[in-house]
């Protein structure tokens, strides 16, 4: 009897130890890991049946706030634990329709151990039709090419794109463009471009989808000079061509870079003298290379013409020891021909072939030509020299070519 009063006393013992033991563990756990309460404000809102919009071609209305405050309460712990993970809020759509749409917002997640409070606990959703349409790439320039160089031509990689979105968003849309930086350029480039989507004020507008808004802009560029125009006049001998002006003198030529830089003067097709009037205006073509664009494409031309037919005409040869070298600095190897022919109208009877000097002057050269030249006292109408002008060399070129190896 004491034996089963003793084991009975130390099953009291052992009940109490463990009653005290969990209401020591309740005690500390409830001092370490109290009930918390936390708010947390200015939480997004997703809305979860977003695919039920798409499929009635439906979407949500641009600008509008969707966020809302939450208060939680539970352990400390599993509080932190919730925050860590990221407290995400769902509006859940029912029943949809083009308009205000009233929706129910919901914590998502895991919330067994938590209690929580959203305000509001609804939202108002506006919700529009989706539209979209195909809209025509503009092209915007800012800076400015190198000077004397102009665009030839631009190439879009795609001249429209697709633009989609809300209803009210697409009925903004004034213009849709790319930016061209022109950055001091003088040869031919591309560049990868962002396309921009404006408003009437010229304002980008957001929330709208726009397939591959990314363009590749391809420009090709050309170059631009003033050079002067040159008359190609065929004398028939039988007049006296003097005093002769165009208009225009000069005139803006364009091309590619390299072709432009080789030109010094566009002349003019042929003019026969005998079709000239005196003192009477006439339009002449211009002879302008195929590869050579201009806006001018013809002259005006005016002469004062007497006719040579009474006048004695003369014509003497020379040869090329006959002729005089001027300002010649043994930097050029000049190439005279054997024989150079005149001819001449004068009304002088006694014209003699030493009355008429022919020389050529080296300080003179342009393109590597200089023409030949004549001095005389003598009155002449109509003066003709063949050839009109002879080559010259710089000699330190000829020297570099010799100097070359053979290919």
Not at 117 to 146: F, M, R, V, Y
Request: charged share 30%; glycine share 2%; net charge negative.
């Amino acid at each position: 009897m004491m034996k089963q009063s003793h084991k009975n006393s130390n099953i009291k013992i052992q009940l109490a130890c463990i009653f005290f033991a969990f209401f020591m563990w309740v005690y500390v756990m409830s001092d370490l890991d109290p009930i918390d309460t936390r708010d947390i404000t200015s939480v997004s809102i997703s809305v979860s049946n977003l695919d039920e919009l798409e499929k009635n071609n439906l979407t949500l209305s641009p600008n509008q706030e969707l966020k809302a405050n939450v208060q939680i309460k539970g352990r400390r712990s599993v509080i932190a634990k919730k925050v860590k993970l990221g407290i995400k809020l769902q509006a859940i759509l029912e029943n949809i329709q083009v308009g205000s749409n009233e929706a129910k917002i919901v914590m998502s997640g895991d919330n067994t151990d938590l209690s929580y409070t959203i305000t509001p606990s609804n939202i108002s959703l506006s919700i529009e039709e989706k539209q979209g349409k195909s809209e025509k790439i503009q092209i915007k320039s800012i800076g400015s090419l190198a000077e004397n160089y102009y665009i030839d031509n631009i190439k879009l990689s795609k001249d429209n794109i697709y633009v989609s979105g809300p209803s009210s968003l697409i009925e903004k849309i004034n213009k849709v463009e790319v930016e061209l930086d022109l950055a001091n350029n003088s040869k031919d480039f591309s560049k990868l471009t962002k396309v921009k989507v404006l408003d009437s004020e010229n304002h980008e507008i957001d929330g709208l989808n726009i397939d591959d808004s990314d363009v590749i802009v391809t420009v090709t560029l050309k170059k631009e000079k003033i050079v002067p125009i040159k008359l190609n006049i065929q004398n028939d001998d039988s007049l006296n061509i003097s005093q002769v002006s165009i208009n225009p003198e000069t005139i803006k030529i364009q091309g590619k870079a390299s072709r432009i830089d080789s030109i010094t003067q566009i002349e003019t097709k042929k003019i026969i003298s005998s079709e000239l009037s005196n003192n009477s205006e006439m339009l002449v073509e211009l002879d302008l290379p195929s590869d050579i664009y201009s806006d001018v494409k013809q002259v005006s031309l005016m002469a004062s013409i007497k006719n040579v037919e009474s006048s004695k005409k003369y014509e003497f040869d020379y040869k090329k020891e006959e002729i005089q070298v001027l300002s010649n600095d043994n930097n050029y190897n000049i190439s005279i021909p054997e024989n150079i022919k005149l001819t001449l109208y004068s009304d002088d009877t006694d014209i003699k072939k030493e009355d008429i000097n022919l020389y050529i002057d080296v300080a003179t050269i342009n393109e590597n030509r200089v023409d030949i030249k004549y001095k005389t006292d003598k009155s002449v109408k109509s003066l003709e020299i063949v050839p009109e002008y002879i080559e010259v060399t710089a000699k330190e070129n000829v020297e570099t070519n010799q100097n070359q190896p053979k290919q």
